[in-house]
Structure formats: structure tokens, C-alpha cells
């Protein structure tokens, strides 16, 4: 059975840069890992110029983009509702753990990244799902166990601990 954990925070916060540093750590203990990031509304990764975009813009719903050495499918909406997370989760392939950045919203397990430099508020206080918080320092009055930020031993051992990955 695949298990979620997800990554939440303000931008800037340094999500992206723990999981990158987590997904190593994750193949190496010999978990297979996936990741779905929630991107702004506007992102692409088709370019000008380039066949598949040539396709998407005269129309196509679909456009699956494939070489010997990786495929992408890019699905436009066109009109239709954004896919929920279980929607997106359900198009990967098996592996052992999904890692979800972003999403802050869904009611999946999650590690808060919080960076008060960033001066935005916790979302843990909203946020039941929250089960710990990554941060350079423990933070006052916040229930949740805090993890250093920059410890990715720390990290991955809270992880193992409680089955999340």
C-alpha cells in the first residue's frame, strides 16, 4: 500500500529543498518514491517551438511526449476542473511512498515547513493533519513535534517512527 506524506508551507519556507533532500534518503533505505507538487496556475513545461506545444496550442487535449529515456503527458483542462489529489495520485504508478508538496488544503498527513523569516503565519493551528513541524528552531506553544529543519536524519527517523513512509 502506498503511503502519503505531504510537505506544507509559505513559499520560501524551504519545502522543496527538504524533500529533495528526503527523496535520496527514501531510495536509498529502498523505498521507491513519487511526488506530486502543486504548481501556481500558470506553470508549463512545454516550450515555444517545440512540437508537443505546437500540439497542445492547435487544440489536443492530450499531448504524451515519450523518448527512450522518460515520458511526460500534459493534460490540459480546458474548461474541465482541476484534478483533486486522489485523482493525480491514482495516475502514478505503484511505488512505496508519495510524497505531496504543496496541498496544503488536503487532509493527508504533513509536515509544516515554517521558516519565521518568512513572516507568515503557522498553518498548524488551522490544520489537524499537520503531525509535526519543520523549523531551524522549536517554535513556542505549538503541540505538534517540531523536527530541525536542517537534520534530515531527525526527519527521516520521525518518519520511519511513525510509519509515514
Same mark, same amino acid.
Given at each position: 500500500?502506498?503511503?502519503?506524506?505531504?510537505?506544507?508551507?509559505?513559499?520560501?519556507?524551504?519545502?522543496?529543498?527538504?524533500?529533495?533532500?528526503?527523496?535520496?534518503?527514501?531510495?536509498?533505505?529502498?523505498?521507491?518514491?513519487?511526488?506530486?507538487?502543486?504548481?501556481?496556475?500558470?506553470?508549463?513545461?512545454?516550450?515555444?517551438?517545440?512540437?508537443?506545444?505546437?500540439?497542445?496550442?492547435?487544440?489536443?487535449?492530450?499531448?504524451?511526449?515519450?523518448?527512450?529515456?522518460?515520458?511526460?503527458?500534459?493534460?490540459?483542462?480546458?474548461?474541465? /476542473?482541476? #484534478?483533486? &489529489? =486522489?485523482? *493525480?495520485? %491514482?495516475? !502514478? @504508478?505503484?511505488?512505496?511512498?508519495?510524497?505531496?508538496?504543496?496541498?496544503?488544503?488536503?487532509?493527508?498527513?504533513?509536515?509544516?515547513?515554517?521558516?519565521?523569516?518568512?513572516?507568515?503565519?503557522?498553518?498548524?493551528?488551522?490544520?489537524?493533519?499537520?503531525?509535526?513541524?519543520?523549523?531551524?528552531?522549536?517554535?513556542?506553544?505549538?503541540?505538534? /513535534?517540531? #523536527?530541525? &529543519? =536542517?537534520? *534530515?536524519? %531527525?526527519? !527521516? @527517523?520521525?518518519?520511519?517512527?511513525?510509519?509515514?513512509?
Amino acid at each position: 500500500m502506498t503511503k502519503l506524506i505531504g510537505f506544507a508551507g509559505w513559499s520560501g519556507s524551504g519545502k522543496t529543498t527538504l524533500v529533495t533532500r528526503l527523496i535520496p534518503a527514501l531510495i536509498e533505505s529502498g523505498r521507491r518514491v513519487s511526488t506530486v507538487k502543486h504548481a501556481h496556475h500558470d506553470f508549463d513545461v512545454d516550450q515555444p517551438g517545440k512540437d508537443s506545444h505546437d500540439h497542445r496550442m492547435a487544440g489536443a487535449h492530450e499531448v504524451l511526449v515519450a523518448s527512450s529515456r522518460r515520458f511526460a503527458l500534459m493534460h490540459e483542462y480546458r474548461g474541465e /476542473p482541476e #484534478l483533486t &489529489l =486522489d485523482a *493525480l495520485i %491514482a495516475k !502514478l @504508478a505503484p511505488v512505496d511512498v508519495v510524497i505531496v508538496e504543496g496541498f496544503k488544503r488536503d487532509p493527508i498527513p504533513k509536515i509544516e515547513v515554517h521558516r519565521p523569516e518568512v513572516g507568515k503565519p503557522l498553518l498548524q493551528p488551522d490544520d489537524p493533519h499537520i503531525v509535526a513541524v519543520a523549523s531551524p528552531a522549536p517554535l513556542a506553544g505549538v503541540p505538534v /513535534p517540531h #523536527l530541525p &529543519l =536542517d537534520d *534530515l536524519d %531527525a526527519v !527521516l @527517523a520521525f518518519l520511519i517512527e511513525r510509519d509515514l513512509v
